[in-house]
Nanobody
């Protein structure tokens, strides 16, 4: 069973920083893209940032220049460094990963973490 566990969320003042991490464990042969999404109450879940196994990144326009996504492949872990935080990024942040669990499987399966709350106070 694959598990994605997020940590690092919490309450921070505007202008502050947080670093989220998400570690995948269980039956993992290969991980393709890893990503962070956020979802505020009553709103659709949206992509914050993604990173491929080769290190290619993609960011939402609202966080460009302030957030940085990275990954440590040997540790099956993805990070999100969040700087210059503003209240408009207050949301639950979810880790997502496309994982090929076994060498015998030809497909990737999408997995999600349980989410971690990030609250930015003004």
């Amino acid at each position: 069973q694959v598990q994605l566990v997020e940590c690092g969320g919490g309450l921070v003042q505007a202008g502050g920083s947080l670093r989220l991490s998400c570690a995948a464990s269980g039956s993992i042969f290969r991980i393709n893209v890893m990503a962070w999404y956020f979802q505020a109450p009553g709103k659709q879940r949206e992509l914050v940032a993604s990173i491929t196994s080769g290190g290619t990144t993609n960011y939402a326009d609202s966080v460009k220049g302030r957030f940085t996504i990275s990954r440590d492949n040997p540790k099956n872990t993805v990070y999100l460094q969040m700087n210059s935080l503003k209240p408009d990024v207050t949301a639950v942040y979810y880790c997502q990963a496309d994982i090929r669990p076994y060498i015998s499987t030809w497909y990737f399966t999408q997995y999600w973490g349980q989410g971690t709350q990030v609250t930015v106070s003004s």
